[in-house]
T-cell receptor, first 113, second 112 residues
Framework: NAGVTQTPKFRVLKTGQSMTLLCAQD?????MYWYRQDPGMGLRLIHY???????AKGEVPDGYNVSRLKKQNFLLGLESAAPSQTSVYFC????????????FGNGTRLTVT | EDKVVQSPLSLVVHEGDTVTLNCSYE??????LLWYKQEKKAPTFLFML????IEKKSGRLSSILDKKELFSILNITATQTGDSAVYLC????????????FGTGTRLTIIP
């Protein structure tokens, strides 16, 4: 009964380093999302996917890449981390139905120094 | 571009008071509006609203949607300290606009 699982939970990077955040869901959801949350900014959509093999840009996509090679996994990549990418990252998933809410993972706290 | 505006940004009330949180929105091909409560970690789901004028209720919390005026309210009656949190409103579209757009949230603080 895992739901949406994000790894890692915490990470500290130096400027210019790269990393990948993994989101895995076991609910057979079609739609998956990556958000970042900064103080006073609410949740801002980075990228999202409406199905395996498809991705789309959200509100703040610059500096990030994503892949959805398997339906249950949605990866968020930072190729060259910058201090402006210090944030809490949330993954979420849902069914493409009008009465289906979004299920969130517990977040990844990323610090870029 | 889809837009969600929540008001007030923050609210401090005493335990037992009733509060109303507001959410106005603009979205292409509206599908639903959702309310979430966020304390320390991930947002937790409260309500999903798809039809105008139908109140959703869960204990002391209730919410209603007005699709003509493009807004929703979240009411909390007889507030308790456990209601202290950030309340987030979000909208999602259809037909190629499946992204979920959030407002910046209302920070509610309940004073004992």
């Amino acid at each position: 009964n895992a739901g949406v699982t994000q790894t890692p939970k915490f990470r500290v990077l130096k400027t210019g380093q790269s990393m990948t955040l993994l989101c895995a869901q076991d609910m057979n959801h079609e739609y998956m999302y990556w958000y970042r949350q900064d103080p006073g900014m609410g949740l801002r959509l980075i990228h999202y996917s409406v199905g395996e093999g498809t991705t789309a840009k959200g509100e703040v996509p610059d500096g990030y890449n994503v892949s959805r090679l398997k339906k249950q996994n949605f990866l968020l990549g930072l190729e060259s981390a910058a201090p402006s990418q210090t944030s809490v990252y949330f993954c979420a998933s849902t069914y493409p139905r009008a009465n289906s809410p979004l299920h969130f993972g517990n977040g990844t706290r990323l610090t870029v120094t | 571009e889809d837009k969600v505006v929540q008001s007030p940004l923050s609210l401090v009330v005493h335990e037992g008071d009733t509060v109303t949180l507001n959410c106005s929105y603009e979205v292409t091909n509206f599908r639903s509006l959702l309310w979430y409560k966020q304390e320390k970690k991930a947002p937790t789901f409260l309500f999903m609203l798809t039809s105008s004028g139908i109140e959703k209720k869960s204990g002391r919390l209730s919410s209603i949607l007005d699709k003509k005026e493009l807004f929703s309210i979240l009411n909390i009656t007889a507030t308790q300290t456990g209601d202290s949190a950030v309340y987030l409103c979000a909208v999602v579209g259809n037909f190629g606009n499946e992204k979920l757009t959030f407002g910046t949230g209302t920070r509610l603080t309940i004073i004992p």
